[in-house]
Nanobody
Framework: QVQLVESGGGLVQAGGSLRLSCAASGRTFSSYAMGWFRQAPGKEREFVAAIPWRGIRTYYADSVEGRFTISRDDAKNTVYLQMNSLKPEDTAVYYC????????????????WGQGTQVTVSS
């Protein structure tokens, strides 16, 4: 059984930084791509970033390209999202998820999800 637990969210001023962590259970963690999604009130869940199982390439939404960095530490079964130059529009609940197949950009490609961590960016 796979469990994902996000942490690191909080309140930060615009221009600041946060680092989100997602701790995963399971010995097969390194065999799966991982992704981050976010959902703001009244909006649909949207793709943020993803990293394949080999960790060579990374994928980002246009809105976060150049500001966010996804990485993983397979020895710790943990995926990270470093968020810099945060903007108020980044405010959302951030979820990590494990991809099983399909497009990195689509939520239906992911089979396990964490509970989410709140990120609030003030102006």
């Amino acid at each position: 059984q796979v469990q994902l637990v996000e942490s690191g969210g909080g309140l930060v001023q615009a221009g600041g930084s946060l680092r989100l962590s997602c701790a995963a259970s399971g010995r097969t963690f390194s065999s799966y791509a991982m992704g981050w999604f976010r959902q703001a009130p009244g909006k649909e869940r949207e793709f943020v970033a993803a990293i394949p199982w080999r960790g060579i390439r990374t994928y980002y939404a246009d809105s976060v390209e150049g500001r966010f960095t996804i990485s993983r530490d397979d020895a710790k079964n943990t995926v990270y999202l470093q968020m810099n130059s945060l903007k108020p529009e980044d405010t959302a609940v951030y979820y990590c998820a494990r991809r099983y197949s399909g497009s990195y950009y689509l939520s239906d490609s992911y089979d396990y999800w964490g509970q989410g961590t709140q990120v609030t960016v003030s102006s």
